[in-house]
């Protein structure tokens, strides 16, 4: 039956991050939909357990990230409060398996959407902007996956920080993105690299979480995908994502 799969994937899944395991992917493919059933599985055993969804993250919204990865579709996955480090924050690797990190650009929603009706617009209900930066964590053995396999794992979501929110520029379409570690930097980008805009990962999400019932509510933060390629968390020191013309965010790996 297709929730006995649904629920021993999502089992599988939360061992594997509760444990800091890599597990092997399921050995029957999932299909999309009980791909995304399963993280929706995931979110209401988290919600149990006292977290609250706090945002949501989009991915392979970049071909330097798809190409990494050997994935050409965008995947939608979830955040809550126990994903999130602040600005200038301590983040403990302790517990990850196999952290990279990504710089990105994130969205935050003035109110909600009402993902049900066609006509309420996901780019309208949008208030700021901000540099962000992903730490993802595949739970799969050496960071592969199918495209259902890491649906199913949340889309490797594992942490996320956000800088300043500023009102929305002008154009968002071709600002630099630089990842820096200690001040060096580790990868460069543009906005462009996200579907050409980063607003058109807004209108991507909209159209997914009509379709899989992914929440979009007052306050929420977005996360449009990495700008470029991840690279693997270093051990210590100082994480940066600076993003032209919004500032920056930064992590010290502890
Ligand atoms: C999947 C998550 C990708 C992005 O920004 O493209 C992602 C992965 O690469 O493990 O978050």
Same mark, same amino acid.
């Given at each position: 039956?297709?929730?006995?799969?649904?629920?021993?994937?999502?089992?599988?899944?939360?061992?594997?991050?509760?444990?800091?395991?890599?597990?092997?992917?399921? /050995?029957?493919?999932?299909?999309?939909?009980?791909?995304?059933?399963?993280?929706?599985?995931?979110?209401?055993?988290?919600?149990?357990?006292?977290?609250?969804?706090?945002?949501?993250?989009?991915?392979?919204?970049?071909?330097?990230?798809?190409?990494?990865?050997?994935?050409?579709?965008?995947?939608?996955?979830?955040?809550?409060?126990?994903?999130?480090?602040?600005?200038?924050?301590?983040?403990?690797?302790?517990?990850?398996?196999?952290?990279?990190? /990504?710089?990105?650009?994130?969205?935050?929603?003035?109110?909600?959407?009402?993902?049900?009706?066609?006509?309420?617009?996901?780019?309208?209900?949008?208030?700021?902007?901000?540099?962000?930066?992903?730490?993802?964590?595949?739970?799969?053995?050496?960071?592969?996956?199918?495209?259902?396999?890491?649906?199913?794992?949340?889309?490797?979501?594992?942490?996320?920080?956000?800088?300043?929110?500023?009102?929305?520029?002008?154009?968002?379409?071709?600002?630099?993105?630089?990842?820096?570690?200690?001040?060096?930097?580790?990868?460069?980008?543009?906005?462009?690299?996200?579907?050409?805009?980063?607003?058109?990962?807004?209108?991507?999400?909209?159209?997914?979480? /009509?379709?899989?019932?992914?929440?979009?509510?007052?306050?929420?933060?977005?996360?449009?995908?990495?700008?470029?390629?991840?690279?693997?968390?270093?051990?210590?020191?100082?994480?940066?994502?600076?993003?032209?013309?919004?500032?920056?965010?930064?992590?010290?790996?502890?």
């Amino acid at each position: 039956m297709i929730t006995d799969r649904v629920d021993a994937v999502a089992e599988l899944l939360a061992g594997a991050e509760r444990d800091g395991i890599a597990v092997r992917q399921p /050995e029957v493919p999932l299909s999309i939909d009980e791909a995304y059933a399963v993280q929706t599985r995931s979110l209401r055993g988290r919600e149990a357990r006292g977290e609250r969804q706090v945002g949501v993250k989009l991915g392979f919204t970049s071909r330097a990230k798809m190409a990494q990865m050997g994935i050409d579709d965008v995947i939608v996955g979830f955040l809550t409060d126990a994903h999130h480090v602040g600005d200038g924050g301590d983040l403990s690797l302790a517990g990850l398996i196999h952290p990279r990190v /990504e710089p990105e650009v994130a969205f935050r929603l003035a109110r909600d959407v009402d993902t049900t009706d066609p006509a309420d617009d996901l780019v309208s209900a949008v208030d700021a902007v901000a540099p962000a930066l992903e730490i993802i964590d595949s739970r799969y053995r050496d960071f592969r996956f199918s495209l259902p396999a890491v649906i199913a794992d949340n889309t490797s979501a594992a942490r996320f920080a956000v800088g300043p929110w500023a009102p929305l520029p002008a154009d968002l379409g071709d600002l630099d993105v630089v990842l820096e570690v200690d001040g060096t930097a580790a990868a460069s980008g543009s906005t462009s690299a996200i579907l050409g805009h980063p607003l058109e990962a807004l209108r991507e999400l909209r159209r997914m979480a /009509e379709r899989y019932g992914h929440r979009l509510r007052a306050g929420s933060v977005i996360l449009a995908g990495a700008a470029t390629a991840a690279v693997p968390m270093p051990t210590t020191g100082v994480v940066t994502a600076r993003v032209a013309g919004l500032g920056e965010v930064g992590v010290r790996v502890v």
